[in-house]
């Protein structure tokens, strides 16, 4: 409603005489707050807005809101509670709490199929989660901008929007490709130890630790490894041994290029989050013989979070929850035995990094502050300095500050900035109109978890208000033959200060010799 809108004629509801509303100064004082959102036309005995009433800022999301107004009536002294209930209207757009929200997502994420188009790849329920609706694949896209737009259920409609920027992470889903399928060569028999024969070269599509690219033999005799080598990084084909053209005339050999990534499970880091039970992990141990000469059995070292499902499986399963915050890394021993005599076996170290999860929430370095501020301090004076640290790391350890659930008066009078703490005084501050604050500050990480504590702000008085004299005389006019020593008037003294500042003595002037003199106060 706007200001000066009619509410109701609370004269005539309440039976007043509108001849003597102004007479008896009568006035309405809403309960609670320090605005005056009502005021009464003397002159209708109308009940009007005197300023904006804002539902959300008075009640915030309380299904029912309820303003009490007192009418106040003097000589006699009258009182009468009037309750107003505030009826919500559509005047806000949803809003969310950032312009931008940065995400990624594992391109091996499961997905169910909808549609080729990338426009629909994402799907939103009314719980607003963010759905994989359709394959992701990082060598053709690697970023993509959705537009989320949220819609109120007012009439008339509003909305609010914000653009989540989705970055798609590399998954070691590439094998490396080789640039011909067959490489032919010469060689002089003879040749000398050291000569380059060829060199191989195969790309992986992948990136970074996925992308790169080892090579090695596939299998061949003993006779030809004692004759060539391999660079296991460049691919260059050297001779090791004697080529002799009598002995043999040809060599073909296989050639394997393989990215670095062996554990199927493990070609990223694990999240802390994984529940126990869960399997992270397969690790291929390669044996050249057959049977039961071939590998048997795995035995892990023991440790405190991984074992093997099975003896005869490599396969790595998380038993006892991680926590990144106590333990970034692990190494695992994993060995392969053969069933052969003598038995063989090999060893391979899992080198395991233990990914953040958003586990921990901020926490305030006191759960009470308490300080004093002078009333009439200047906008911008610093108040105080919360802080929370978050034991997580990146953005799940960004720590942002707000005021919880205050009321209007409060978020007039200070300020927090949200990524320092620091609240700074932004309005008014009057030790005779509120002698102290009490306001919850919220600490929120990157994903949401959120802590409270309490700031406790005690005003301190000084002395900014001049005493009122107030004179009630006894008899008038005073007759000339009254006895000295005779009372004909009352004098009150109110200071709207306290203690000390409120203590004002009261000084008499002598008309003849203007000499001061102390008058005592009853």
Do not use: W
């Amino acid at each position: 409603m706007k200001t000066q809108s009619v509410i109701g004629n609370i004269a005539k509801d309440l039976g007043l005489d509108l001849r003597t509303l102004s007479a008896r100064k009568a006035r309405a004082d809403s309960e609670g707050t320090r605005k005056r959102y009502c005021d009464i036309n003397l002159s209708t005995g109308d009940l009007i807005t005197s300023e904006r009433i804002d539902r959300e800022n008075l009640c915030g999301k309380k299904p029912s809101c309820v303003l009490k107004v007192d009418l106040v009536l003097e000589n006699p002294l009258e009182l009468h509670r009037v309750s107003l209930h505030i009826q919500d209207v559509n005047d806000n757009s949803p809003k969310f709490k950032k312009d931008l929200i940065e995400m990624e997502i594992n391109v091996t994420y499961d997905f169910g199929h909808v549609s080729d188009d990338y426009i629909n790849v994402y799907s939103i329920d009314p719980k607003v989660e963010l759905v994989l609706d359709n394959t992701l694949d990082r060598e053709k896209r690697k970023e993509l901008n959705l537009l989320l737009t949220a819609l109120d259920g007012g009439s008339p409609q509003r909305s609010g929007t914000v653009v989540i920027h989705v970055t798609v992470l590399d998954a070691n889903d590439n094998a490396p490709v080789f640039s011909q399928a067959v490489y032919k060569a010469s060689l002089p028999e003879n040749s000398p130890p050291d000569t380059i024969v060829i060199n191989v070269s195969a790309t992986d599509a992948d990136e970074g630790v996925n992308g790169d690219v080892t090579y090695q033999f596939g299998h061949v005799s003993d006779d030809y490894v004692n004759l060539f080598s391999i660079d296991p990084k460049t691919g260059e084909i050297r001779v090791t041994g004697v080529i002799d053209f009598e002995e043999l005339s040809t060599f073909e050999m296989r050639v394997q290029a393989k990215d670095v990534i062996y554990l199927q499970s493990l070609t990223e880091p694990i999240p802390e989050n994984v529940s126990p039970g869960t399997e992270v992990g397969i690790i291929n141990a390669r044996d050249a013989d057959i049977g039961q000469n071939a590998v048997q059995r795995y035995n892990l070292e023991k440790n405190e979070y991984f074992i093997l499902a099975a003896d005869n499986k490599a396969e790595l399963v998380l038993e006892n929850t991680l926590d990144r915050e106590k333990q970034k890394e692990l190494n695992l021993l994993l060995t392969a035995l053969d069933g052969g005599s003598p038995q063989r076996s090999g060893t391979v170290v899992i080198h395991v990094t233990v990914l953040d999860a958003n586990d921990n929430a901020p926490v305030f370095s006191q759960a009470v502050y308490k300080v004093s501020l002078p009333e009439n301090s200047l906008p911008d004076t610093i108040v105080s300095n919360v802080s929370a640290t978050d034991a997580d790391e990146g953005v799940n350890g960004d720590v942002t500050y707000d005021f919880g659930h205050v009321s209007e008066d409060d978020v007039n009078v200070f300020s927090i900035d949200p990524k320092t703490g620091e609240i700074r005084v932004t309005g008014v501050i009057d030790f005779e109109e509120i002698n102290s604050f009490e306001i919850i500050v919220e600490a929120k990480d990157g994903l949401g978890l959120t802590s409270y504590a309490k700031v406790m702000i005690d005003i301190t008085d000084v002395n900014d208000n001049a005493p009122v004299i107030y004179l009630q005389s006894l008899t008038n006019p005073i007759p000339e033959n009254v006895s000295p020593g005779t009372e004909v008037g009352i004098i009150n003294v109110q200071d709207r200060d306290s203690e000390n500042n409120g203590q004002q003595p009261v000084v008499g002037l002598n008309p003849q010799t203007h000499a001061t003199q102390d008058i005592s106060m009853h």
